[in-house]
């Protein structure tokens, strides 16, 4: 018996999940960048490079949450994420330190090769990229229908 065959149809709907939960969770951070909500010590006073990374995860994140632009918006947060792991976390001392464990970096590692999935993956069945190609579809075949109906 083949255990793969009853969970392969709710692949593609586990995808579309995953692309929504990757970008709440992005969103989240970019809502505490910006807007200081939740309240939090760490986001307090951030330099402008944080903020723009904020903004990033704020704008892309959302895009993920619906699945539009999906592909794209996971690749730039892919690479944002590789550079927050490099930057904030690797460099922040001065020192290089390399281990996750010790400089905190566990979650950039994670959202970064999260998003580079997302962005060779796609949205999944239940997004707006999705539907809208769908759409385009559907226009396309028209003209061939009445060409044949004719």
């Not at 149809?9 to 995953?18: C, D, H, I, N, R």
């Not at 892309?60 to 947060?77: D, N, T, V, W, Y």
Request: glycine share 10%; net charge neutral; with cysteine.
């Amino acid at each position: 018996m083949n255990v793969d065959r009853p969970a392969a149809s709710f692949q593609p709907y586990l995808l579309s999940l995953f692309r929504f939960i990757t970008g709440l969770l992005l969103f989240q951070y970019g809502v505490a960048k910006i807007f200081k909500f939740p309240e939090l010590a760490y986001f307090a006073n951030i330099p402008p490079l944080i903020q723009a990374a904020g903004w990033l995860e704020l704008v892309l994140g959302a895009l993920l949450m619906i699945g539009m632009l999906s592909r794209m918006s996971a690749f730039i947060l892919s690479g944002e994420m590789a550079f927050a792991y490099f930057l904030g976390h690797v460099l922040k001392t001065g020192e290089p330190v390399l281990l996750p464990l010790n400089n905190g970096g566990t979650a950039a590692i994670l959202f970064c090769f999260a998003c580079l999935y997302l962005a060779v993956a796609g949205g999944g069945p239940t997004s707006v990229d999705t539907a809208i190609g769908r759409q385009r579809a559907s226009r396309d075949e028209e003209p061939q229908f009445r060409q044949a109906a004719e």
